[in-house]
């Protein structure tokens, strides 16, 4: 069975919706130029209720040590994603400093683009396969964006993956069909507005995750 992260929670109310729907993994975005960001303090208080129920993971953009010991020492986050240029070298560097598991999220556009994977298989605990983002984008992740997902039909991959970009609950049942991912991720695709989750699309997101 699929199971699901929610990404960029903000709220009690809709990491509780989270939880309550079966979510695997839920999300803190520690990027300032998000607008899911969250403090590692804030992120803390909030994302309490979420230990022992659900994955905490941490998102990251090419962190410096400074940011990521804050994040292992106050947000103690049980994964570190890292959705920036990091290399596998740092990300066994960032493994030693937090303690975390490491989320490698890949950016995809083309096939050649998956080839990535092979460097970070005895690095990260778990892939994504995200939409490389439009040119300009100003984040690089978190922008409704999605890749053609028959790229990953047939593949196999050397550590549990998720699928992520662009999806939402209309979508997520026909790109888990057509890639068979054991994970999927989402975040603007459960959102009234940048950065407002809505309870009422992330009942819907993991119910039809739930019947896949
Ligand atoms: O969500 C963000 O704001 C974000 C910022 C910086 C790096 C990654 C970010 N989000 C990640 O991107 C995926 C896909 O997003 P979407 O579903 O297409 O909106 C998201 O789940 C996060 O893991």
Redesign the pocket.
């Given at each position: 069975m699929t199971q699901a992260?929610?990404?960029?929670l903000t709220t009690p109310e809709t990491l509780d919706a989270a939880l309550a729907h079966g979510a695997a993994f839920v999300?803190a975005?520690v990027?300032p130029?998000?607008?899911?960001?969250i403090q590692p303090l804030h992120g803390a208080t909030l994302f309490e209720r979420a230990r022992g129920r659900a994955g905490i993971?941490a998102?990251?953009?090419d962190a410096d040590d400074a940011l990521l010991t804050e994040i292992a020492l106050i947000l103690k986050p049980d994964f570190i994603?890292l959705?920036?240029n990091e290399t596998p070298e740092r990300g066994q560097k960032v493994r030693a400093l937090t303690g975390a598991g490491i989320i490698r999220?890949l950016p995809v556009s083309t096939a050649a683009d998956l080839e990535a994977a092979a460097d970070w298989q005895d690095v990260a605990d778990h892939l994504?396969f995200?939409?490389r983002p439009p040119q300009g984008s100003a984040?690089?992740?978190?922008?409704?964006?999605?890749f053609d997902w028959t790229l990953l039909a047939g593949r196999s991959w050397p550590r549990p993956w998720?699928l992520?970009?662009?999806?939402?609950p209309d979508n997520v049942a026909q790109a888990i069909s057509l890639t068979g991912a054991p994970l999927v991720?989402?975040?603007?695709?459960?959102?009234s507005a940048?950065?407002v989750k809505d309870d009422g699309r992330i009942a819907a997101f993991m119910a039809a995750v739930n019947r896949s």
């Open positions: 992260k929610i990404c960029g999300g975005v990027f130029r998000s607008p899911r960001h993971v998102v990251t953009v994603q959705h920036g999220a994504m995200d939409a984040l690089p992740g978190g922008v409704g964006h999605a998720f992520a970009g662009g999806l939402n991720d989402v975040s603007s695709g459960v959102e940048p950065g």
